[in-house]
């Protein structure tokens, strides 16, 4: 439960501290990292494209442009938010939240797979369309 409550306060603080990269991508260079190789490369947007720009409008409470800039990101972001709120909660109420979090997870594990694959390809399509214009926001 402390693992998982670092891992995602982590990630929520992170996103706070960051500015979003106007453009919809590039957010992630403010942490040292690298462009992004696939976008470089094929002037494409990769899978990921986005999701730190996204994570970071929702930590600043910029819903509309974290939806507009990539719509998979914000259920991520509130998936995050959902394991951060049932890890704090088990860290001073001990009530095996993430245990049963698991286990119904683990009960439809297929549907969420292909339910996060179904997003991330829908979010990938839909990153494509806007980069090349035929989506106008």
């Not at 899978?47 to 991520?76: N, R, S, Y």
Request: net charge positive; proline share 4%; aromatic share 14%.
């Amino acid at each position: 439960m402390v693992f998982w409550w670092l891992v995602t306060g982590s990630i929520l603080v992170t996103a706070a501290i960051l500015k979003a990269d106007p453009s919809g991508v590039g957010t992630h260079t403010q942490l040292g990292l690298g462009e992004c190789t696939f976008l470089k490369a094929t002037a494409m947007p990769c899978p990921m494209c986005g999701m730190t720009t996204t994570f970071t409008h929702m930590a600043h409470f910029h819903w509309f442009e974290a939806i507009k800039t990539q719509p998979f990101g914000v259920f991520l972001f509130l998936l995050n938010c959902v394991v951060f709120v049932a890890a704090t909660l088990d860290l001073f109420k001990p009530g095996d939240r993430l245990k049963r979090l698991y286990r119904n997870l683990q009960r439809a594990e297929l549907r969420w797979a292909l339910g996060l694959l179904a997003g991330l390809l829908l979010g990938w399509a839909y990153k494509i369309a806007v980069f090349k214009g035929w989506v106008v926001l």
